[in-house]
């Protein structure tokens, strides 16, 4: 059971950028996904997180309208649309799973099971 980020690279400010998690080992459609992000020397924070079905979101507040969270559950893929984007978005960002039939969302990195490993985003300035 894997999830594997990508997409990450370098932008500069104002710029956008499309970061993938793919599924790999077992289905992720019945699983509440979710972004974190982890800027250098500060802890992992919550990003997006999206339901089983796509049709609800939830963003971290100060990150509302510039980020976008989707999924593809025949495509096992979980999206993360970032536009404006800022130096202080600079981070390695995380695609993350929560147990299966939890429908719950959670914004703490101890609610998620699964962890992908990471795509570093840099914005210059």
């Known amino acids: 059971v894997q999830l594997q980020a990508s997409g990450g690279g370098l932008v500069q400010a104002g710029g956008s950028l499309r970061l993938s998690c793919a599924g790999s080992?077992?289905?992720?459609?019945?699983?509440?996904m979710g972004w974190f992000r982890q800027a250098p020397g500060k802890e992992r924070e919550f990003v997006a997180a999206?339901?089983?079905?796509?049709?609800?979101?939830k963003y971290a507040d100060s990150l509302k309208g510039r980020f976008t969270i989707s999924r593809d559950n025949a495509k096992n893929t979980v999206d993360l649309q970032m536009s404006s984007l800022r130096p202080e978005d600079t981070a390695v960002y995380y695609c993350a799973a929560r147990a299966t039939g939890v429908t719950v969302f959670a914004t703490t990195r101890t609610a998620y099971v699964y962890w992908g490993q990471g795509t570093l985003v840099t914005v210059s300035s």
């Open positions: 080992g077992r289905s992720f459609s019945n699983n509440v």
């Open positions: 999206i339901g089983w079905s796509g049709s609800t979101t």
